[in-house]
């Protein structure tokens, strides 16, 4: 009798084990999916991020499997970590670490950080710590007038002293920060000094001040006004990933708009007024965003778009 019992008594909990662990199944898978789709998004966001910066293309930047990490935030955010690669170009590449916070319910990327690894040209990519070679207020995107040439140009300052500056016409210059000054490959040196909210940078008898996030010598800050003029912040091509991939958003002067999905070659029309973007399929708040802008849809704020300026 005794072995008849125990054996059922092993039957019973052995089946309650087993419908134990398949329902924890979909829990683990669910959690699977969404720790991939985190990593997946911030990845997007750090070679977004990079490229914009520093140049290249997508495949320019690479990451490393084995040493990326998620940690949860809370319901909805998970942070990841990990580091990689950037060969703009073919050329040598640098080694990053980058830290992200990702909404994994919309895959909106709630912020993005990245830091060149000293020595990174060679080695492995956790070789080293930050190479801080430019002073902290000099770190960071920069708008103004170049004083060697005036024309429009924003300026980017890596820790490192690496220097990027894409001028309105879309081209790009390269140049390192070092003892007070900027010298670039093109051989235009700038003298620079810490200004509020910024830095003046002179050349020759030119001297100009770049604000960050802002125009330097015009009013960047102006909102709406009377006229219905759309900020400055506001105007220019802007590209940003979505639920439905890589898409480019166009706000005009004049208050049109154009949302085109770069995987699909689909395009639509919009207008911006007060604030907001306004399409047949939903109408969005618009924000600064640094250098860019961020989309939040009216009837759904966990529905966000991180937009970099790609253009003017």
């Known amino acids: 009798m005794d072995k008849v019992w125990s054996r059922r008594t092993f039957l019973g909990g052995a089946a309650l084990l087993a419908m134990l662990l398949a329902a924890a199944a979909p829990s683990r898978a669910q959690d699977d999916r969404q720790t991939r789709y985190a990593i997946e998004r911030a990845q997007i966001g750090v070679s977004g991020k990079i490229i914009q910066e520093r140049g290249g293309t997508w495949g320019?930047?690479?990451?490393?499997?084995?040493?990326?990490?998620?940690?949860?935030?809370?319901?909805?955010?998970?942070?990841?970590?990990?580091?990689?690669?950037?060969?703009p170009n073919g050329s040598n590449s640098r080694a990053f670490t980058y830290e992200a916070t990702v909404n994994h319910r919309n895959g909106s990327i709630?912020?993005?950080?990245?830091?060149?690894?000293?020595?990174?040209g060679g080695g492995g990519v956790g070789g080293g710590g930050r190479d801080d070679r430019a002073p902290r207020w000099l770190v960071?995107?920069?708008?103004?007038?170049?004083?060697?040439?005036?024309?429009?140009?924003?300026?980017?300052?890596?820790?490192?002293?690496?220097?990027?500056?894409?001028?309105?016409?879309?081209s790009r210059d390269e140049g390192t920060y070092d003892n007070g000054r900027i010298r670039f490959n093109n051989s235009d040196v700038w003298d620079v000094s810490?200004?509020?909210?910024?830095?003046?940078?002179?050349?020759?008898?030119?001297?100009?001040?770049?604000?960050?996030?802002?125009?330097?010598?015009y009013n960047d800050n102006t909102d709406d006004n009377n006229d219905g003029r759309v900020p400055r912040w506001a105007r220019g091509t802007f590209r940003g990933t979505t639920d439905s991939g890589e898409s480019e958003l166009v706000i005009r002067a004049d208050g049109s708009a154009t949302a085109r999905s770069l995987t699909k070659n689909q395009s639509f029309q919009g207008t911006y007024s007060n604030g907001r973007l306004r399409f047949d399929w939903g109408t969005f708040d618009v924000q600064r965003e640094g250098d860019g802008i961020r989309?939040?849809?009216?009837?759904?704020?966990?529905n966000q778009t991180s937009y970099r300026r790609t253009g003017n």
């Open 60 to 87: 320019d930047v690479t990451f490393d499997p084995a040493r990326t990490q998620t940690w949860h935030i809370s319901d909805r955010l998970t942070g990841v970590r990990g580091e990689g690669r950037h060969a």
């Open 110 to 120: 709630e912020r993005v950080t990245y830091d060149w690894v000293r020595g990174g």
């Open 140 to 170: 960071g995107s920069f708008q103004g007038r170049s004083p060697s040439n005036r024309r429009r140009v924003n300026v980017t300052v890596g820790r490192d002293g690496q220097v990027s500056a894409i001028y309105d016409n879309g």
């Open 194 to 217: 810490r200004v509020d909210e910024g830095f003046r940078a002179a050349a020759g008898t030119r001297s100009e001040v770049f604000q960050s996030g802002s125009g330097g010598s």
């Open 295 to 302: 989309t939040i849809q009216t009837d759904n704020r966990n």
